[in-house]
């Protein structure tokens, strides 16, 4: 049985791995998100990284990432800002590839 523990041992860790590695990729695309946002609102750094870490923080409590845009397009169009929910979903996902390469250098 040892040739099966090992491998399932393996399997645990490998899935262990690419939890935390999704984990990572998503929190850093938030940031990414909302420090574009903050741009898009005009907010000074010290501001834009202060909402960055809202929403991060958000997005361990919101469920899906529609979550993270609407409530992003809620704080967008609250400070008058025109930004489509369209427009955002595209960033988001430009963002979530350079997060990727960040994090797993892929």
């Known amino acids: 049985m040892g040739v099966f523990d090992d491998r399932k041992d393996a399997y645990e860790q490998k899935f262990a ?3 935390e590695s999704r984990f990572k990729v998503s929190a850093r ?9 903050a741009q898009q609102m005009g ?18 409590t919101l469920t899906k990432d529609w979550d ?4 992003i397009h809620a704080d967008l169009r609250q400070r008058k800002v025109n930004v489509s929910v369209d427009a955002i979903r595209d960033e988001k996902e430009r963002l979530q590839r350079e997060a990727t390469k960040q994090i797993l250098g892929s």
Do not use: G, P, R
């Open 68 to 71: 993270v845009v609407s409530k």
């Open 17 to 19: 791995h690419d939890e």
């Open 43 to 60: 907010m000074e750094e010290a501001k834009a990284l202060e909402y960055a870490m809202e929403i991060v923080e958000a997005s361990f």
């Open 29 to 37: 695309t938030n940031k990414l998100l909302a420090l574009w946002a």
